[in-house]
C-alpha cells in the first residue's frame, strides 16, 4: 500500500504552466487547507483541482469517426456507447478526447469509461480528506499523448499503482491509433506472460479486422524495475527487440496534466451533477462566511457601542456628581457674594453719609441752621434748615458749596438741587436736594 499521496503546485501563465511547490500527505490524512481549499479570492484568480482516477477503474476504447466539429463528437460517440461500453450506460461516466488521424476526413476518437459508483467513492474519499476535485484525469492518456504518433508500432506503457501493475497497449497501423487495451497484471513472473497473452489475443482481433497485418514494433515505456522481466517476454513473443524506453516522472504527468486543463474545453471524468454540486456548495460556503463575517462584525459593533456607551453613561454619573457638588459651592459663593455685597453697600452707605455730613458741616455758613439731613438709599441728600429773613444770599453760597465739595478729588455730588425758600416773617426756611454721584458710578 502507497504511504503517501503526492501533491503537486502550479502556477498558470498565458500559455503554459510554472511548477510549484510539491507536498507529500499520508493516505488518510488531510490535504493542506492553505494548498486546496478555495476562497473568495478563487472568483478573482481561479484554481483548479485536479485528481488523477486509479486505472483499476478505467475502460479505453477507440473509435474511428468522421471529422467534423469538435462539438458534435461526443454526440456521435453516445450513439456507440451501448457497442463499446462493459457496463449499461446509465451506471457509467464517460469523457471523448480527439487526436489526429492520417487521413483529414477522419478522426480518431478516445473514449475513456468509468463505473459511476467507483468515481462516486473515489470523490468520497477525497472530500473526507479535504479535496475537493475540479476533474478527474487518467495519468496513462497524458502519457501517451506526450508521444508523437507512429506510422506502425505497438506501444507498451506499464505503470505500478499500490500493489499492483497496469499495462497500456497501443496498436498504430498507418499512422492511425487503431486499438488500447488497458489492462491489470499480477506481480511477479506471471505478469509479463498474461501481457503476451493479451497481445496475441488483440493481434488475432487486428488480422480478423484487417488492419493488422504482421506483428509490428515493439515500444515498451516504464521504470527500470517493471521494464525488465516484460522486455524478455515482449521479445520473445514478437521475435524482435524491444526499444525500451523511461516512463516519464510523476512531475511530468502532473505537469502535462496542469497543461491540459489550460485548453478552452478540457478532457474531465467528473459527472456534471457532482461539478454543479461542488459549484453550489462553494457559493453557498462563500455565503455563509459573508454572513458570518457580517454578523461577527455586527456583534464586534453591538460590543464596542455597549462598551462605549457604558464608559459614556460612567462618565455621565461622574459629571452630574461634580456639577450636584459644584452647584452647591456655587450656590454657596452666590450667597457669599450677596452678603459681601450687603455688607460693602452697608460700609458705603455709612462712608457715604459720613462725606456727605462733613461736606455739609463744612460748606454750612454761621448765619443757617440745620434742621435735618436724610440720606436716602445712600443716593439722594435732602437737607432741610433755618435761617433769618435776609440769610437768603448765605443759603445760596451753601448751595453752591456743596457743589464743588469733592471726597478723593471727585466730586461728591452729580446734581445739587437749588434751595427752595420759604419766609416766615422774619425767619425763613430753606430745603434743597443732592444726587451723590455714587448712584451712577457705584
Not at 454750612?364 to 440720606?375: A, C, I, R
Request: aromatic share 8%; hydrophobic share 45%.
Amino acid at each position: 500500500m502507497p504511504v503517501g499521496r503526492q501533491l503537486w503546485q502550479f502556477g498558470a501563465g498565458r500559455d503554459k504552466v510554472m511548477p510549484g511547490p510539491v507536498h507529500s500527505v499520508p493516505v488518510g490524512k488531510p490535504f493542506p487547507p492553505n494548498v486546496v481549499r478555495k476562497s473568495w479570492q478563487t472568483l478573482l484568480q481561479p484554481r483548479v483541482n485536479i485528481a488523477w482516477l486509479p486505472a483499476a477503474d478505467v475502460f479505453l476504447r477507440v473509435l474511428q469517426l468522421p471529422a467534423g466539429d469538435p462539438a458534435e463528437l461526443p454526440g456521435m460517440v453516445e450513439f456507440q456507447l451501448e457497442k463499446i461500453s462493459p457496463l449499461p450506460q446509465a451506471q457509467i461516466v464517460w469523457t471523448v478526447e480527439a487526436i489526429p488521424h492520417a487521413d483529414g476526413k477522419q478522426q480518431t476518437a478516445i473514449i475513456a469509461l468509468v463505473r459511476r459508483t467507483a468515481i462516486e467513492e473515489f470523490l468520497g474519499n477525497l472530500e473526507q480528506d479535504g479535496f475537493i476535485a475540479d476533474q478527474l484525469e487518467i495519468p496513462f492518456l497524458r502519457e501517451l499523448r506526450s508521444y508523437p504518433a507512429v506510422a506502425e508500432g505497438l506501444w507498451v506503457f506499464l505503470r505500478a499503482e499500490a500493489d499492483r501493475i497496469y499495462a497500456l497497449s497501443a496498436w498504430w497501423s498507418g499512422g492511425v491509433l487503431m486499438e488500447l487495451n488497458l489492462s491489470t497484471l499480477p506481480s511477479g513472473p506471471a505478469g509479463p506472460i498474461l501481457l503476451a497473452e493479451q497481445l496475441t489475443h488483440t493481434a488475432w482481433a487486428g488480422e480478423m479486422a484487417g488492419w493488422l497485418k504482421q506483428i509490428p514494433s515493439v515500444r515498451l515505456i516504464a521504470g527500470a524495475d517493471l521494464a525488465a522481466p516484460c522486455e524478455v517476454a515482449l521479445r520473445e513473443w514478437s521475435g524482435c527487440p524491444v526499444n525500451v524506453t523511461e516512463r516519464p516522472a510523476d512531475a511530468r504527468l502532473a505537469e502535462l496534466t496542469a497543461q491540459q486543463a489550460l485548453q478552452p474545453a478540457p478532457v474531465s471524468l467528473l459527472p456534471v451533477d457532482i461539478s454543479s454540486r461542488y459549484r453550489q456548495k462553494f457559493v453557498e460556503g462563500l455565503w455563509i462566511k459573508a454572513l458570518s463575517t457580517v454578523a461577527l462584525m455586527y456583534l464586534a459593533g453591538v460590543v464596542l457601542y455597549l462598551g462605549m456607551l457604558s464608559f459614556k453613561t460612567r462618565q455621565l454619573d461622574t459629571a452630574r456628581a461634580n456639577a450636584i457638588v459644584l452647584g452647591k459651592a456655587y450656590t454657596n459663593t452666590i450667597q457669599l457674594g450677596r452678603k459681601v455685597d450687603v455688607l460693602q453697600d452697608q460700609v458705603a452707605l455709612k462712608f457715604a453719609a459720613l462725606d456727605c455730613w462733613k461736606s455739609v458741616i463744612e460748606a454750612l455758613p454761621p448765619e443757617l441752621t440745620l434742621v435735618s439731613m436724610n440720606l436716602q438709599k445712600g443716593q439722594k441728600l435732602t437737607l432741610d434748615g433755618t435761617a433769618s429773613g435776609d440769610a437768603t444770599e448765605e443759603i445760596t453760597k451753601f448751595n453752591e458749596k456743596l457743589k464743588e465739595s469733592e471726597v478723593n478729588n471727585q466730586k461728591l455730588f452729580s446734581r445739587v438741587q437749588a434751595a427752595s425758600i420759604v419766609r416766615r416773617g422774619d425767619t425763613a426756611t430753606w430745603r434743597f436736594d443732592a444726587d451723590l454721584r455714587r448712584a451712577q458710578n457705584p
